[in-house]
């Protein structure tokens, strides 16, 4: 679920991928991530714990729509101007591994999703969906 809270805690310090090595950003065109940072950094705070970078597509954006998580349309008076196809963002673990499930999960960049995702989806399962290594 989108979230601009107005007071975000301070970022943590640095975090480490899936693959073990430095978090890499995810993407800043739109601004993604817990912080608005452009990485898939998470703490305590993070209760959506959005940690795995996709590349959002228009079936991931209607089927999430679908289970009440509107990523397309624009908010405004937050400064949102909703996700496309082809769009990086930080996305909920769950709501990745839900997606998947169902056949519907995005593409992951594994260099720049968090290693805290490994505690609620399986390695495997993500490498399955990578786009940055062959």
Known sequence: MFD????KPQKPQKQLNVLGTDLEVCGTDPMTGFYRDGCCNTDNDDVGTHTVCVIVTDKF??????????????????????????????????????????????????????????EFVDLDDLKEHQIDLN
């Not at 601009?4 to 007071?7: D, G, I, L, Q, V």
């Not at 930080?90 to 999703?113: D, I, M, Q, Y």
């Open 4 to 7: 601009n809270t107005s007071e």
């Open 61 to 118: 954006l209607n089927y999430s729509k679908s289970r009440g998580n509107d990523l397309s349309t624009p908010i405004p008076q937050y400064g949102f101007e909703g996700l496309k196809a082809g769009d990086p963002w930080c996305l909920c673990a769950l709501r990745w591994k839900e997606a998947k499930s169902e056949g519907f999960a995005p593409r992951v960049k594994l260099t720049a999703t968090n290693r805290k995702t490994l």
